[in-house]
């Protein structure tokens, strides 16, 4: 059973933060992190997960109709965030599991080397600017495009938007204005790729072979950049495997747990 509640942590240049988080399951825990499709996009897959462990999924502030203090406004920011909320939650042990966007703070979680976690899969993560192989300009496209490229079956996951009740379309305008804030008008950080080489945790980068929306070139850019790590294709998925091929994502990041587990 899910359990919702928020916590406030304090990040230095920004002040308190409210972040409203779902916890699913008990034991090994997992901090799951959402991407620009909103917190839903990831709840089936939080509930698979919850069969292996303790899974924490924050909303990240202005998605979902949450707030969102006026200094947090980058994607290094959520990372301080999401660190901070490790030590507010006395976690240890913790899997740091991103998705698009999540996967880009994922990278900056890894980065900032909190003791607090010990393995980081990126998950058809965002954040890279690679001249031969840009990702598409997300903020031109429309829904219909969207889903051309971030699906294996594009058709399974259209979104009618002339039917959306009024309500979920103004929350989807909410996502999608946190978003741009966060990632900027290119979706990227022209300078992560050169910052990737100082993590030290162990990162698994996990693609669906059909994505369009970050091409997988991005996914073997991060494994190259980044001492140690792993990278794996899923067939038959695109931007979203946790939607498309869960099981196969859930053993994925079932064994990267195990083999990065405190003591393993």
Do not use: C
């Amino acid at each position: 059973m899910a359990d919702t509640t928020v916590v406030t942590v304090t990040v230095e240049g920004i002040g308190t933060v409210p972040v409203t988080v779902t916890e699913r399951g008990e034991g090994r825990p997992f901090l799951l992190l959402h991407g620009g499709a909103g917190p839903q996009s990831v709840d089936g897959f939080a509930d698979l997960l919850a069969a292996q462990g303790r899974v924490i999924v924050p909303v990240h502030p202005g998605f979902g109709g949450t707030p969102r203090p006026e200094g947090l406004d980058s994607i290094r920011l959520l990372g301080r965030v999401y660190t901070r909320l490790l030590d507010e939650l006395g976690l240890t042990g913790v899997t740091v599991v991103g998705n698009s966007i999540g996967g880009w703070i994922a990278a900056e979680i890894a980065l900032l080397g909190s003791p607090r976690v010990s393995g980081v899969v990126l998950v058809d993560a965002a954040g890279l600017a690679i001249e031969d192989y840009p990702a598409p300009d997300f903020f031109s496209l429309s829904m219909d495009q969207v889903a051309e490229l971030s699906y294996y079956r594009p058709d399974a996951f259209r979104l009618d938007l002339d039917h959306m009740p009024e309500a979920a379309k103004a929350l989807m305008a909410g996502n999608r204005a946190a978003l741009a804030v966060y990632g900027g008008p290119a979706m990227a950080d022209p300078g992560l790729l050169d910052r990737l080489p100082d993590i030290t945790v162990p990162v698994l980068a996990v693609w669906g072979e059909a994505d369009r929306m970050i091409p997988v070139e991005h996914g073997r850019a991060y494994a190259k950049a980044i001492p140690g790590a792993r990278f794996l294709l899923i067939a038959e998925a695109g931007h979203l495997p946790q939607l498309e091929t869960p099981d196969r994502l859930l053993t994925a990041v079932r064994d990267f747990a195990e083999t990065t587990a405190p003591g393993h």
